[in-house]
């Protein structure tokens, strides 16, 4: 099956689907919750440097408030499209239910390659994104973060943006934002932090010890690049890295005796890429899947994982970085070969975890410590880790059907509640 064949929102829904089945929750809630409450497109006309006028395709879709308010990433992606958009704020309602923070499921996005873009022109277009949809947004209706292409200083230009607008300032309106500007320490590097405590609490539990555990993964950007750095904190040894460069697209590196984190990112900042790594050799995408190691963590894009590379992974844990990065036919052959996958509804809920974090700092005016914010995060992610392993093996389902069965009983419940059904 080819990756353009393969509809995110598809398997996002089947997800839920069998969730709902296996609790016995009936048609009605699965009604409620496959496709998203709204979606909005908007046009964006930015002028640009050149004097011309060029408008972009601007998306927002809200899953499910019944918990609270929406939140979820904007993606700057030339891939952005309404059905991944949609995917994504469905997966983000249960992986606010799975950490049990008080929101429901939004996603964003843009079609736009951030990189062909002037510092001036990525500000119009970000200021026009919040005209386009302030009126949906706002720190008790919808609260966007940064994503794949965007950062701390698009959510700043944002949320500027939104003060204007509205003549409120509303800090809590978006999260990611700079420290210096109501971020919260610890958010650059959250989602990544949350992955490698899951990787470490399934290792523990599967028996790889992580100090002597090599592990492969799959993305150097923000996700990719803190799960390094936290997953080399843990002793293990990064092996190999597969990234992706505009003049060359996907490519992988390798070292057998370790990558090192601050070496890479070094290297990484200074030439835009790894291809040339020379503490490395470069390998093929085929061997990069096929690698003798304890831990595979994609951390790229979604459907990275498709039934040829699950076919021919050797690791006894996938750790999802990313969002829907596995298939579900790869999904399956992974079971069947008794590899377990811990769920990007629990492993890479890190970022939203701490985005709720800010968004309470900025209600309240007070914050923390970057040492409290991973402390309260390392809690919070062992717990749901515990709940969810305990429930998998008491109906002896997967991770992932385990996280789903939780968060998706919480969102039912409280439609119950309120009258939705």
């Known amino acids: ?6 509809n995110p929102l598809e398997s996002a829904q089947l997800q839920v689907k069998k969730a709902c089945e296996v609790l016995k929750l009936g048609e009605n809630v699965y009604e409620l919750l496959k496709e998203p409450k709204r979606i909005i497109e908007i046009s964006i006309p930015v002028k640009m440097d050149d004097g011309s006028i060029k408008s972009f395709k601007g998306y927002r879709s809200l899953h499910n408030d019944a918990i609270g308010p929406g939140k979820g990433g904007i993606r700057f992606h030339p891939g952005v499209n309404p059905d991944e958009v949609k995917a994504l704020s469905v997966w983000m309602t249960f992986k606010c239910g799975v950490m049990d923070v008080p929101y429901g499921g939004g996603k964003g996005g843009i079609t736009v390659d951030p990189a062909t873009l ?5 500000e119009k277009l970000s200021r026009g994104y919040v005209q386009g949809l ?5 720190e008790k209706i919808d609260v966007p973060a940064p994503d794949v292409g965007s950062n701390g200083q698009v959510m700043a230009w944002m949320v500027d943006e939104y003060i204007k607008l509205t003549g409120q300032s509303n800090m809590g309106v978006l ?8 971020g919260s320490q610890g958010r650059n590097e959250a989602t990544g932090f949350g992955v490698s405590i899951v990787a470490r609490e399934a290792a523990k539990k599967l028996g790889i010890d992580m100090k002597k555990a090599n592990v492969a993964i799959q993305g150097f950007g923000n996700v990719g690049r803190y799960t390094v750095k936290n997953v080399e904190r843990q002793g293990a ?4 890295i597969a990234e992706w ?3 060359v697209g996907t490519y992988a590196i390798y070292n057998a005796d370790g990558l090192d984190f601050n070496e890479m990112a070094e290297y990484m900042d200074a030439n835009k890429n790894l291809i040339d790594f020379p503490k490395a050799k470069k390998i093929s995408l085929e061997e990069f899947w096929e690698l003798e190691v304890d831990i595979f963590m994609p951390a790229a894009l979604e459907n990275a994982i498709q039934e040829k590379e699950a076919k021919v992974i050797k690791a006894k844990l996938v750790c999802e970085a990313a969002n829907g990065p596995i298939t579900p036919a790869a999904d399956a052959i992974l079971k069947e070969k008794g590899v377990v996958v811990a769920p990007d509804i629990l492993a890479n809920a890190g970022g939203v975890t701490v985005s709720y974090f800010e968004w309470v700092q900025n209600r309240y005016g007070y ?15 062992v717990n749901a880790f515990n709940d969810i392993w305990d429930l998998s093996e008491e109906y002896n389902v997967s991770i992932r059907d385990a996280a789903y069965m939780i968060s998706v009983k919480k969102v039912a419940d409280v439609m119950s509640l309120r009258g939705w059904y």
């Open 118 to 122: 002037s510092k001036n022109e990525l």
């Open 175 to 182: 999260t990611g934002k700079p420290v210096s500007w109501g």
């Open 237 to 240: 040894n990064i092996v190999a």
């Open 245 to 247: 460069a505009p003049s």
């Open 367 to 381: 914050y923390w410590s970057e040492k409290e914010v991973e402390e309260k995060q390392e809690t919070k992610m």
């Open 134 to 138: 302030y009126k949906y947004l706002g």
């Open 1 to 6: 099956m080819s990756k353009e064949n393969l």
